[in-house]
């Protein structure tokens, strides 16, 4: 059962007054503009971290018309060693469209935050909140991660539906007075007490309606973001063997999976392998053995490979078939030194010998 949203928030807010963050740099003279640079700054990088650099910054470039008028040189400078450049370079930019479509002056509205660059919907809304009160709610990893615990959303804050719902529930949760404590609250609750690994719920002030807490929960959320499955995609290795037991092998085109190689023909697992090979090649098989599927893993697919071992009998007709392919007969790699796709050279190595040969 959990708290009622107005508890959630009374109970936040009791807590911040007692143990919230007052004295950060950024919360003395907060300006919009002070704000700004410290939340684009503290996306991605911890508190500690930031502090020499937001002073430093902000001494340089102490109002949006100074950072405006830098060159980006400067700007990036200021910013070396902190990380993700593209904040810097944005805020640059969003600096100048402040000073040329707002005539220097700080927007008081969301949208029109949300239209400069690099500024999505949770950091206009902790400027708003923050530096002047404005009800936003907000929705950083921190945030996410306190709201899924507490409503015990097992699904990965990253995915659509879940994202929707958690702006609903922050939305909710963001009371209608002392905004900017409150916000403050739920930031520094899930910096430094909600954190990823071993929450301190003992010392939290919203374990009492926290699902994850009383559900003993915490490890599994949040969510972890899902690994993608790769698709299986499935083929046919079609391993032609002459009397002499030389091996048929093609070369693959350039481009694409092991582009250049040499490797077996290949055909749909759908296809008659007997067939194909007559086709092809123009060579009989006299029997077919089906040898054992082995998977081989790309970055975006696993290959299913299911070979089968055709003895064929090479005959002047078939080497007249071939001529005008890419294709030899391998007799291992003493006699031809190609590149081979590694489980070529695997099956290669593990094939039974031929009957009678
Ligand atoms: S009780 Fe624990 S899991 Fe729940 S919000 Fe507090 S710190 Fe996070």
Known sequence: MTQSCDAFAAALLVWFDQNGRKHL???????????WVSEIMLQQTQVGTVIPYFERFVARFPDVEALAAAEQDEVLHLWSGLGYYSRARNLHAAARRVVTEHRGKLPTDIDAWQSLPGIGRSTAGAILALSRGKRHPILDGNVKRVLCRYHGIETWAGESETGK?????AESHTPKRRLAAYTQAIMDL?????????????????RRGCSAFLNRATDAIPAPR???????????FLILRDQDQAVLLERRPPSGVWGGLWGFPECPVEADPARTCAERFGLKPSGASYLKPRQHGFTHFRLQIEPVLLDVNADANADRIMEARSVLWYKGASSNRLGLAAP???ILGELPPRAGG
Do not use: E, N
């Not at 740099?25 to 704000?35: D, E, F, G, H, L």
């Open 344 to 346: 070529v050279g695997r």
């Open 190 to 206: 899930g910096a430094t007490v909600c954190v990823r690994q071993q929450p301190r719920c003992r010392a939290c002030p919203l």
């Open 25 to 35: 740099p950024w919360q003395k003279m907060r300006t919009p503009y002070r704000v």
């Open 226 to 236: 899902p690994k993608k499955p790769r698709p299986l995609r499935r083929t046919r």
């Open 165 to 169: 719902a958690l702006w609903v529930l």
